[in-house]
């Protein structure tokens, strides 16, 4: 007679029951593991019994089969190992089966039965109570982010015979709390660091407030990374619903940080120009997140972006567009979220000095050598980044001058924390929670134009030859700029405003 133990498998961000049956038969002791498993399951049988044995348990005699159903899912990753040891350990009748039935086990196993944490414990945990299991049992440095789920009991094991001793009751578990911890708000550089670029701070602020894009373009030494890197102290905080979702995220991707269980403070991720494109949406054999997922609901940061091999700045546009990116391999197809606001800096020209007045016949590039430069972002692309920003070195004069009148982040973050609450009261009942998200149905609802700022902007549209995701691209940060000054409804000011961040075509 087979036991029958239950655990679950990884698809994106989501997870999948798989039932653990294990069975065994006089014959030529051999153990084979069936069912789709990949390298690291089929190892499982040498860590599996090594641990039940130096664990001090009795092995069953002659052919042991482990089959992983359903047969057609591939399994991936050690996290079988402590499902399959405990219905090995089962047919010595040292733990009782009717414990299996309401319970699902997750966790690796060392060789001498200690039991290690593997990833994706959150959405493990959230998939077993939407299941209707009542208890989850887990490795102990797990525990604390599988008790975010509420509504299930999480049973923390450090060792193979703890897992037997609570099955037989003889171990009391004592309620999980999780490890929470405050929102970082601390930044290594503060606006009050940036000296002069007064316009610049402003485009970074509306960014941070509505989860605009944002393309910075100036010489070198003019201060964009150092505002990429001001921009991570004036996101708005994160509501309980987001950090869950982004925890989520990094529990999968095996990235959440040891010390927290609960990612709190909102994503700035920086990309090298060397990166490839799976590198920066996901995949791979087994499709795990790239960088746009690991930035959902923060920052994405992409500097010297024109030195980005082409392939890779054109699949960033269909994720920047819809908010998610679908993964499609043979054997599955995973859709992540990537909800993020992309921050670019890039240089006038390959030598950095065109059209600079300060190093005004410094440029030594031909315009055929500038023009290609520039097409390296196509007009698709550059057509989804809301905010376009020319950014101009600073004179020494205000580079020396003391600042006694520059914001702190912390009293722009305010501004933008106040903006970001309307927003989400705006969208209350919707899926989405910042301007940069609304379709056009939701334009129309929440963007009502007066005649002066209709005239405004179709004049600006006209004039300028825009797109049509360019004219709505300047009424959502139109909106985005009224929600900063405190204004429930868009005032021509705030289009004009709007509009001149919009791309303008150079060549």
Known sequence: MSSKIYSVELSGLDGLLVEIEVDTRMSIPSFSIVGLPDAAVMEAKERVMSAVKNAGFPLPRGKIVVNLAPADLKKVGPRYDVPIALGLIAFSKLVPEASFKEMVFLGELSLDGTVRPITGILVSTEFARRCGFKKILVPKENASEAALIQGIEVIPVGHLKEAILYLNGGLCILPIVPRMTEADTSTTVDMSMIKGQRQAKRALEIAAAGGHNILMTGAPGAGKTLMARALRGILPDMTQAEMLEVTRIYSVAGQLPKSQSLISSRPFRMVHHTASAISIVGGGQNPMPGEITLAHRGVLFMDEIAEFPQQVLEVLRQPIEDGYMTISRAKATVTYPSQFCLVAAMNPCPCGYFGVEKFKGKCTCVMTKIKNYHRRLSGPLL?????????????????????????????????????????????????????????????????????????????????????????????????????????????????????????????
């Open 383 to 507: 057509d989804r980044i809301d905010i376009h920003l020319k950014v101009e070195p600073v004179e020494h004069a205000a580079l020396i001058s003391p600042t006694t009148d520059a914001e702190q982040s912390e009293t722009v973050r305010e501004r933008v924390n106040r903006a970001y609450q309307k927003q989400i009261a705006r969208f209350k009942g919707y899926k989405i929670t910042r301007n940069a998200e609304m379709d056009t149905a939701q334009i129309e609802k929440f963007c009502v134009l007066d005649a002066e700022s209709k005239k405004l902007l179709h004049v600006a549209i006209n004039d300028l030859q825009f797109s049509a995701r360019a004219y709505y691209r300047a009424i959502k940060m139109a909106r985005t700029i009224a929600d900063l000054d405190d204004q429930e409804h868009i005032h021509p000011k705030h289009v004009s405003e709007a509009v001149r961040y919009l791309f303008k075509k150079r060549f």
